[in-house]
Nanobody
Framework: QVQLAESGGGLVQAGDSLKLSCIFS????????IGWFRQAPGKAREFVGC????????EYAESMEGRLTISRDNAKNTVYLEMRGLTPEDTGVYYC?????????????????WGQGTQVTVAS
């Protein structure tokens, strides 16, 4: 069992940067890849990015690549999602999720555990 909790969301202005945190816990949580997803009002949940268990490899959604950095500190059981150049289209609930795998995957359905999400609102 892995527990995840997101934090760092809030109301920001267009063009701002924001850094979200995902604290994970559980007996084998260090072995899980962590993914970030978001869901805008009235839209399906979409992949944002993910990072492997060691923190050495990450992938990003093509639509957002260049504006994102995902990092991981296993000593703190935390994964970070840094977003830059935010636009109102980035508004939504951001979730982190855990996937027990050695490969990076973008399909939300394969992720085993989810946090409750943190709201990000970008004002124009």
């Amino acid at each position: 069992q892995v527990q995840l909790a997101e934090s760092g969301g809030g109301l920001v202005q267009a063009g701002d940067s924001l850094k979200l945190s995902c604290i994970f816990s559980g007996r084998t949580s260090d072995y899980y890849a962590i993914g970030w997803f978001r869901q805008a009002p009235g839209k399906a949940r979409e992949f944002v990015g993910c990072i492997n268990s060691s923190g050495y490899t990450s992938e990003y959604a093509e639509s957002m690549e260049g504006r994102l950095t995902i990092s991981r500190d296993n000593a703190k059981n935390t994964v970070y999602l840094e977003m830059r150049g935010l636009t109102p289209e980035d508004t939504g609930v951001y979730y982190c999720a855990a996937d027990r795998t050695m490969i990076l995957r973008r399909d939300a359905d394969v992720y085993d555990y989810w946090g409750q999400g943190t709201q990000v609102t970008v004002a124009s």
